[in-house]
């Protein structure tokens, strides 16, 4: 079966990110646009909101696209500091993370609240990266599975779809640590989020689901990363700083 959709190889810079960063993206279209073999991945970054528009501006035309951080439940409104999805729509972004793990820790975000937030992209067109993940105490309970299945349930909202909707699977504990479940251990993850997604939205709208691994991906574990059944790309923190490195992961998809 041909997939509808290409897999997704991501990076969010988080609170990274000065106007001269802006480079990096420069540089990742440039090599993207120039070097042989076309990669069979969509490629992202997801930059800080304060760059999306020079993002936009600098990506417009090449590979690679623009996704934001993070958004508002509602469209406009007093929510001094808040960005809304139809705002990150008129940068030119495709894109919005919602619910990942440094949201739900430092802003209390719940399952329904993320909910609510990729609702509001939909909305706005945009496609939700949806983000779930065990902590480690939970890991350590042997409780991945019911955290993520409670998550996903929590977190699509009505409507959510193969077009609009991409599920990143980041165990918390191995964010920004250099440590990585086992192949084994993300194939079980991610075929469970394949079934539980089944359930929910049908088997041949399940199957082009994009499920992105994420947590710790460098270019030097990413070709297998990349290779477990059911992973349809990364969502890359650290390592999508630097054009150089994140093209290192995106080479998981040129061979
Ligand atoms: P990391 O972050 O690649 O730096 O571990 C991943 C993420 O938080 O999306």
């Known amino acids: 079966m041909t997939k509808a959709n290409k897999p997704l190889v991501a990076g969010n810079w988080k609170m990274n990110g000065l106007r001269s960063?802006?480079?990096?993206?420069a540089k990742l279209a440039k090599k993207l646009d120039k070097g042989k073999g076309k990669p069979k991945c969509q490629i992202m970054i997801c930059p800080p909101s304060t760059l999306l528009a020079p993002a936009v501006a600098l990506a417009k035309g090449s590979r690679v696209r623009i996704g934001a951080q993070d958004c508002h439940t509602a469209v406009n409104g007093a929510h001094t500091g808040d960005v809304s999805a139809e705002m990150i729509a008129d940068a030119g972004a495709a894109a919005v993370i919602v619910g990942h793990s440094e949201r739900r820790t430092d802003h209390n975000e719940s399952n329904t609240l993320v909910a609510q937030k990729a609702a509001a992209a939909h909305e706005a067109g945009l496609t939700a990266i949806v983000c779930i993940g065990e902590t480690e105490a939970q890991y350590k309970a042997n409780r991945t599975l019911s955290v993520v299945t409670a998550q996903l349930k929590g977190?699509?909202?009505?409507g959510a779809n193969a077009a609009n909707t991409v599920i990143a699977y980041e165990p918390v504990w191995a964010i920004g640590t250099g440590l990585t479940p086992t192949a084994d251990d993300v194939a079980r993850v991610?075929?469970?989020?394949?079934?539980?997604?089944a359930l929910a939205l049908g088997d041949d709208e399940a199957a082009n689901v994009r499920i992105l691994y994420g947590g710790s991906v460098k270019p030097d574990n990413a070709t297998e990363l990349m290779a477990v059944e059911n992973v349809d790309g990364a969502l890359v923190g650290g390592a999508?700083?630097?054009?150089?490195?994140?093209?290192g992961i995106i080479a998981a998809y040129q061979k």
């Open 155 to 158: 977190s699509l909202p009505e």
């Open 240 to 247: 999508s700083l630097k054009a150089t490195d994140f093209l």
């Open 190 to 197: 991610h075929g469970h989020i394949r079934n539980r997604l």
């Open 21 to 25: 960063s802006t480079k990096e993206i």
